[in-house]
Nanobody, 122 residues
Framework: QVQLQESGPGLVKTSQTVSLTCTVSGGSITTNLYSWSWIRQPPGKGLEWMGAIYTSGSTYYSPSLKSRISISRDTSKNQFTLQLSAVTPEDTGVYYC??????????????WGKGTLVIVSS
């Protein structure tokens, strides 16, 4: 059973960097055919895919966030981390980490963390 758990500060100030960590249990973040993503949901809005890190360590980011986002990993701890710099209140929302199953023709998020609320104060 794969489980993901987000952790990090719930309140940050405008212009600071948000750093969130996803701890994975029940599976390795270096397992082939999977990638590991960050998704967020602002209040009253839909889900927004932010970016992902692949088994090789390569990353891919949403173009809208590319200048501010960085995803990294610590394989010894089976964790991957989101850093989002220069945040504004528009970055407020619930942040999720999730596994992408790429073993099928259509990739899907098969395991999700519970999410963590991040509030950016003005």
């Amino acid at each position: 059973q794969v489980q993901l758990q987000e952790s990090g500060p719930g309140l940050v100030k405008t212009s600071q960097t948000v750093s969130l960590t996803c701890t994975v249990s029940g599976g390795s973040i270096t397992t082939n055919l999977y990638s590991w993503s960050w998704i967020r949901q602002p209040p009253g809005k839909g889900l927004e895919w932010m970016g992902a890190i692949y088994t090789s360590g390569s990353t891919y980011y949403s173009p809208s966030l590319k200048s501010r986002i960085s995803i990294s990993r610590d394989t010894s701890k089976n964790q991957f981390t989101l850093q989002l710099s220069a945040v504004t209140p528009e970055d407020t929302g619930v942040y999720y980490c999730a596994r992408e199953d790429r073993s099928m023709a259509q990739a899907r998020m098969d395991y999700w963390g519970k999410g963590t609320l991040v509030i950016v104060s003005s």
